[in-house]
């Protein structure tokens, strides 16, 4: 799963992006950490390289650039370009991603997208936080240093000309990851799916501002522990994590778009707003309103009403929903009648019982059409139909069952393989060293890796030679198509709305006179 990020820079000191991307900098402060001597400290395991430039006099070259053409000379300028590939950290165990190898993706896709500029790319071993992923980072001077051939994905004649500055486009974005993804699947990667938006939209204003507001609570919660006491709270909330909370939880409670309003606003304090039917939340610590495709694709109110009401909200032309039983895929709005004469509420108000009343035929009217739209002439064919669909998801989700404890289990394998064939060279070399003791003191955790895999595929393939890698990356794709297209077996909607008809239709003739097994009065025109 590479992930572009792009950042512009204004700033015409092109060495302050050269020397953060090679010296080690305080992920709080972003000032550059010094050794005892007051030197800088460079960063380890980084890879470097240039393109039309060095990497080590990119910021001087860029400079001369902008003051022989005369470009770049005023403020609001942008002077570069800052993009940002990240890997996921999966793929380095699983899918045996090296430094060299995300930098040569980094290096190929800069000479596609970037020719004729100067880029400094540098490949980091680790991401924030220690996060354990390899990211490359490209800075590019937005002016183009030379002429280049015109490719399809340029949408000015001026794009393939020197003198002219870089043109980031929201189509060009989109042409950048497109050509990630392909590369992702090409090299065994994993890949991620654009085109839906998130159900959680967490942006990196966000992601940030909830780092720095963790980070005073955990120095403001280190003083009361100080004092013998326990803190309330220890996991910081942004404004928004505090309205997705909040949605969620009156969403469990509510029956309907008022309830879920009045949940919000009697208990959180929080306003809906409605604007050409897009939703906004107006919480009680902040004046302008959030809206609901901000907090992500679950909060928005098309989303909301259907968590209400018991539905999922599924692209059906998707295509890993293509080969999904029709069964599962079908929505309905149908609810169960209320019984009036045990209705404590309805016995209590008459206005209440007759909008009961009114519900209740609403809903006997949809499940008639519900029959009459299917064909189904008697009680034993619904309850056939409804056992039949059960059936048919429980078998589903014992092949998901299966397929997720296979994945499992080549994961597993992919795992230990990756760990075994990364540490035999120095397990080899451990061999043949004429000191072992030492050389295992040396490597330790190498070679104490190397062991516990090889024990590990021992025990596993004693009387079969080992798989390759190849293989193994085929077999798990196999499967996570499998699971994935079968993912919306969670929910089969149909078999609550066969419920919800046969209790419907038994609520109609509740007397043991009125029922029947035959189901005419639904079917019209039957001779």
């Known amino acids: ?304 009403l259907n968590r209400i009401a018991g539905i999922e909200d599924v692209d059906h032309s998707r295509p890993e929903y293509a080969a999904l039983p029709k069964i599962f895929l079908i929505h309905s709005d149908l609810k169960l009648v209320v019984d009036i004469q045990n209705c404590v509420k309805a016995q209590q108000s008459r206005a209440y019982a007759r909008k009961v009343e009114i519900s209740n035929i609403q809903q006997i009217a949809r499940s008639v059409a519900y029959i009459q739209e299917h064909g189904i002439e008697t009680l034993d064919e619904l309850k056939n139909r409804l056992a039949h669909a059960e059936e048919q998801y429980k078998d589903a989700l014992e092949k998901q069952q299966k397929w997720r404890q296979q994945l499992n289990c080549v994961n597993e394998v992919i795992h230990y393989l990756g760990q075994y064939l990364s540490t035999k060279k120095i397990y080899t070399s451990f061999i043949q060293s004429t000191d072992r003791g030492a050389f295992r003191i040396a490597h330790r955790k190498p070679i104490e890796k190397h062991d516990e895999a090889l024990t590990f595929l021992k025990n596993k393939y004693a009387n079969s030679p080992l798989p390759q890698l190849a293989d193994l990356r085929t077999e798990k794709n196999i499967l996570k198509s499998l699971i994935l297209n079968h993912e919306k077996l969670k929910k089969p909607q149909e078999i609550k709305t066969l419920h919800v008809v046969y209790d419907n239709i038994i609520a109609l003739f509740r007397q043991e006179r009125f029922i029947t097994q035959d189901l005419d009065f639904c079917i019209p025109n039957k001779t």
């Open 1 to 304: 799963m590479a992930i572009l990020k792009h950042v512009s820079e204004r700033n015409s000191d092109y060495g302050a992006a050269q020397r953060y991307l090679l010296f080690e900098h305080d992920e709080k402060t972003g000032k550059p950490q010094h050794d005892d001597h007051g030197n800088i400290i460079p960063r380890e395991g980084i890879i470097q390289s240039g393109i039309n430039c060095d990497p080590f006099t990119f910021n001087t070259e860029c400079i001369e650039l902008n003051r022989v053409l005369s470009k770049n000379m005023g403020k609001k300028d942008v002077k570069a370009h800052h993009y940002i590939i990240s890997f996921d950290p999966r793929d380095t165990i699983e899918n045996g991603l090296t430094t060299q190898k995300a930098h040569g993706i980094a290096t190929a896709f800069a000479e596609k997208f970037f020719a004729g500029h100067q880029a400094l790319i540098v490949m980091h071993p680790d991401g924030h936080n220690r996060s354990g992923n390899i990211h490359v980072h490209i800075v590019i001077n937005s002016l183009r240093k030379e002429n280049v051939p015109w490719q399809d994905f340029m949408e000015r004649p001026i794009d393939a000309l020197a003198g002219y500055k870089h043109h980031q486009t929201r189509q060009l974005l989109s042409r950048m990851q497109d050509y990630l993804n392909e590369v992702c699947v090409r090299e065994h990667l994993h890949t991620v799916d654009f085109s839906t938006p998130a159900d959680k939209k967490v942006t990196d204003r966000e992601y940030k501002a909830r780092q720095r507001g963790q980070a005073k609570l955990d120095a403001h919660n280190a003083k009361i522990l100080r004092d013998g006491l326990y803190p309330r709270t220890v996991d910081f909330a942004t404004i928004k994590d505090q309205i997705r909370e909040a949605i969620d939880n009156a969403i469990k409670k509510a029956q309907t778009e008022e309830e879920f309003r009045r949940f919000l606003q009697d208990k959180w304090n929080i306003a809906v707003k409605e604007s050409r039917g897009i939703w906004s939340y107006i919480h009680q610590n902040r004046e302008r309103p959030i809206r609901g495709r901000s907090l992500g694709r679950a909060y928005e109110k098309e989303a909301v």
